[in-house]
């Protein structure tokens, strides 16, 4: 898996997810993917000056039905929090209560392996077939941004980057 943080010059933030292989296992299916986070400066900035940011991500197991809606199978929802510590100069990666430290966000986000070995299951009551899908999502979490960063979010995209929903056949 490769994680990239990337600059941009003009105000956008996005998240992409890229070449996503799963593999079936026994019970569960192992998700490696490329991600790339493009933030816009500002939120850049909030990180550098100590703003907490939770990112989530969404993956479902999906299956094509008749109907309108297509019935999810399986789902899993993980998060990553970044926040900066001024003492030691150090963004701290927390995931599943654990904490890293790096001393700027590239290596934040090009060490951030949460989709690394993702193992979504269990998937054992599942027949795996054409009908079958996976979709996943990467964003920013705005309802854990304070107060008046979250009036931003709701007004500007520079403060929702997102992957969308990206979908793949199994």
């Known amino acids: 898996m490769c994680v990239l943080f990337a600059s941009h010059s003009q105000a956008d933030s996005f998240i992409t997810i890229e070449n996503l292989t799963t593999e079936k296992q026994e019970q569960s299916i192992q998700v490696n993917c490329e991600v790339t986070y493009r933030l816009d400066e500002k939120v850049k900035q909030a990180l550098a000056n100590g703003i907490m940011m939770t990112f989530i991500t969404d993956l479902e197991l999906l299956e094509r039905t008749s109907n309108w809606f297509d019935q999810v199978r399986a ?31 590239f290596s934040v986000f090009y060490q951030q392996t949460q989709l690394c070995d993702f193992r979504m299951g269990p998937i054992d009551h599942i027949q795996l077939n054409a009908a079958i899908y996976l979709r996943a999502r990467i964003r920013l979490s705005t309802e854990d941004l304070p107060l008046p960063l979250r009036i931003k979010s709701y007004l500007s995209d520079d403060w929702r980057p997102s992957s969308g929903w990206t979908i793949w056949s199994l």
């Not at 789902?75 to 700027?104: M, W």
């Open 75 to 105: 789902s899993y929802q993980t998060e990553f929090t970044i926040k900066y510590h001024a003492l030691s100069k150090q963004f701290v990666l927390s995931i599943n209560n654990l904490e890293r430290s790096y001393p700027d966000l």
